[in-house]
């Protein structure tokens, strides 16, 4: 999906979520949202993240309520690489990455 893009979805906004066991491969940019609708104190939202389960591949995404989203190529890439990903097809880090710092 590159460094930044653009959608228009549905957010969740998930209670006891941490980036602690998994790789956050999207998440919300807080300059683009009014965050104090936001219930999450550290105000880290992630939308897609990838982590292993024992040796099963676990690959999570809650855009594409949208029929839009579904449309769009990038997001149809996304979901693409995800199941090459789940199926052992495709390479990618489980590595868990901390929450990137606000750009000045």
């Not at 998930?14 to 105000?43: C, E, P, Y």
């Not at 855009?63 to 149809?76: C, F, I, K, P, T």
């Amino acid at each position: 999906l590159g460094p930044s893009f653009d959608i228009t979805d549905e957010i969740y906004q998930f209670r006891d979520w941490t980036r602690d066991d998994k790789r956050v491969l999207v998440s919300i940019d807080n300059k683009s949202i009014d965050v104090s609708k936001g219930k999450r104190a550290d105000q880290d939202y992630g939308v897609s993240w990838a982590r292993m389960a024992g040796k099963g591949r676990v690959f999570y995404t809650s855009l594409g309520h949208r029929e839009e989203v579904w449309e769009d190529a990038r997001y149809q890439a996304h979901i693409t690489g995800a199941m090459q990903w789940a199926l052992g097809l495709a390479r990618g880090s489980t590595t868990p990455n901390p929450k990137p710092k606000p750009k000045s």
